[in-house]
């Protein structure tokens, strides 16, 4: 954890839409001498296989006005919250480490590619001047989430016993407050156009549901659905949370990325940030608490 005096004390609170770059002005004026270091973490995550334009303008449009504001009133520095889906995917299940190179041809999903995008205009005004570094972190999970998060939604389904079986594959899921002492640490500690992968290690998801039955005394899910089924069986589950107006807790892409390389490197944030991961069981535990207290199971 960085030192308290670099915890910023919150003054002001502003709202805006992001898409609208004169909305966010306000969030950079009237900063009385103080210099400003942004941290633009802005951004819809987004696992359905259809095309969005709302993901497009929020996570590149956004971007670009953010780096526009932050050329236009020299701040101190500018911290990019990107994902480790705008990296390209190494074959052979190869060790997974920071790239200066990001395409969104490279990458697969409507989420991956708008990430990518922003990744590279962030890194090219980095190039030309702006002090500004970027953070991927893989598959947030951990408490505080008060939306509808993939796997805060497990937790639940599984905690209701609304899920009656699993399915193979797994990702690279890491702590919420990891990923947050991470940020902060590249506020202090990233260089000047450099990449930093936030993650933890890989799991099955048959490991989560082990943990979460442990945890909570739950019936233990014994029965995993085959690659092949659920991967057919997909489109129709999306089809059938949009019309519960949910989000979906699995679709074409999320079954191809939990069977894609997530075999990621965050050697360079241990390193260079002091970067630091705790325990799955401890972010479940954890969870499962906070998901109680909020009254959500």
């Known amino acids: 954890m960085p030192n308290e005096k670099h915890i910023p004390k919150v003054t002001s609170v502003f709202s805006g839409d ?11 004026e009237n900063l009385n001498g103080h210099e400003l270091i942004v941290i633009h973490c802005a951004g819809i995550v987004s696992i359905a296989s259809k095309y969005n334009q709302e993901v497009y303008d929020v996570n590149v449009t956004g971007t670009r006005n953010v780096v526009a504001l932050c050329k236009e009133y020299d701040v101190s520095k ?25 395409t969104a041809d490279k990458v697969i999903g409507a989420y991956a590619k708008t990430k990518a995008e922003a990744t590279a205009y962030v890194l090219d005004a980095a190039k030309r001047g702006l002090n500004a570094c970027v953070v991927h972190p893989s598959g947030i999970v ?12 497990l937790v639940i389904d599984y905690y209701k016993r609304r899920l009656t079986s699993g399915v193979n594959g797994g990702y690279d899921f890491v702590d919420v407050r990891d990923v947050a002492s991470g940020i902060i640490s590249a506020c202090d500690k990233g260089r000047q156009g450099e990449c930093y992968i936030l993650s933890n290690k890989f799991f099955k998801i048959s490991e989560i549901l082990v943990m979460l039955h442990e945890i909570t005394g739950k019936k233990k899910i014994k029965n995993f659905l085959p690659f092949w089924f659920v991967k057919a069986t997909a489109p129709l589950a999306e089809l059938y949370y949009k019309i519960l ?35 799955m069981k401890e972010t479940l535990e954890d969870t499962v608490d906070w998901l109680k207290e909020n009254g959500r199971i």
């Open 245 to 279: 107006r949910q989000p979906p807790l699995f679709t074409s892409y999320s079954i191809y990325t939990l069977h894609s390389n997530a075999l990621f490197s965050h050697q360079k944030a241990t390193n260079e940030l002091g970067y630091t991961t705790r325990e």
């Open 18 to 28: 992001i898409r609208e770059k004169e909305s966010i002005r306000p969030c950079f």
């Open 142 to 153: 951990g408490p505080y989430d008060y939306g509808r998060g993939h796997i805060t939604t």
């Open 78 to 102: 500018l911290v990019y919250v990107s994902t480790v889906h705008a990296i390209a995917e190494n074959p052979d299940n190869t060790i997974i480490t920071e790239t200066a190179e990001f």
